[in-house]
Antibody, heavy 118, light 108 residues
Framework: EVQLVESGGGLIQPGGSLRLSCAASGFTVSNNFMSWVRQAPGKGLEWVSVIYSDGRTYYADSVKGRFTISRDSSKNTLYLQMNSLRADDTAVYYC????????????WGQGTLVTVSS | EIVLTQSPATLSLSPGERATLSCRASQSVSGYLVWYQQKPGQAPRLLIYDASNRATGIPARFSGSGSGTDFTLTISSLEPEDFAVYYCQQRVHWPPITFGQGTRLEIK
């Protein structure tokens, strides 16, 4: 069974850093495109970043230069390093798996809440 | 970047009624339109891919149609568990992945 479990969220002050993790089971993270999607409280879905199976990475303009997506094949885990956090980064962060080579998101984790506040 | 506009923002219907949700793209996405369902407190779930194909385990009462810039998600007869927020997403011009703003389907 394909499963994604996020962790690492919490309360952080503006300007701080946080690293989110997404542990995968039932498939190999490095063989798939993997994305992070976030949802601010009461708002819609916002795509954040993707890492392709060949290692290429892309980011939303809102996080470019501040966030870094990566993966660890030995742990079958996806990461999102978030630096210079701002209040408008407050959201539930979901990791999601893509079917091979497609932009569809066919499996989502349960999400982890990041709150940026002083 | 392609902008997706969903309508209506909120749809109030009763169980057993037919629901029709719309998603319009700012430019053609051919047939590469995806629908997700999100219930309160839960992650989104893939519902329909490539405009009209139901994902694994999705009941037959859900159907999708459309191509180019205009797409529709139809729920033929609403069940209590169908009241949720529905998002569309285009997968042809990416990254970035873009979502519509969502349609909230609520019980009347």
């Amino acid at each position: 069974e394909v499963q994604l479990v996020e962790s690492g969220g919490g309360l952080i002050q503006p300007g701080g850093s946080l690293r989110l993790s997404c542990a995968a089971s039932g498939f190999t993270v490095s063989n798939n495109f993997m994305s992070w999607v976030r949802q601010a409280p009461g708002k819609g879905l916002e795509w954040v970043s993707v890492i392709y199976s060949d290692g290429r990475t892309y980011y939303a303009d809102s996080v470019k230069g501040r966030f870094t997506i990566s993966r660890d094949s030995s742990k079958n885990t996806l990461y999102l390093q978030m630096n210079s956090l701002r209040a408008d980064d407050t959201a539930v962060y979901y990791c999601a798996k893509h079917p091979p080579g497609l932009a569809t998101l066919d499996c989502w984790g349960q999400g982890t809440l990041v709150t940026v506040s002083s | 970047e392609i902008v997706l506009t969903q309508s209506p923002a909120t749809l109030s219907l009763s169980p057993g009624e037919r629901a029709t949700l719309s998603c319009r793209a700012s430019q053609s996405v051919s047939g590469y339109l995806v629908w997700y369902q999100q219930k309160p407190g839960q992650a989104p779930r893939l519902l329909i891919y490539d405009a009209s194909n139901r994902a694994t385990g999705i009941p037959a009462r859900f159907s999708g149609s459309g191509s180019g810039t205009d797409f529709t998600l139809t729920i033929s007869s609403l069940e209590p568990e169908d009241f949720a927020v529905y998002y569309c997403q285009q997968r042809v011009h990416w990254p970035p992945i873009t979502f519509g703003q969502g349609t909230r389907l609520e019980i009347k």
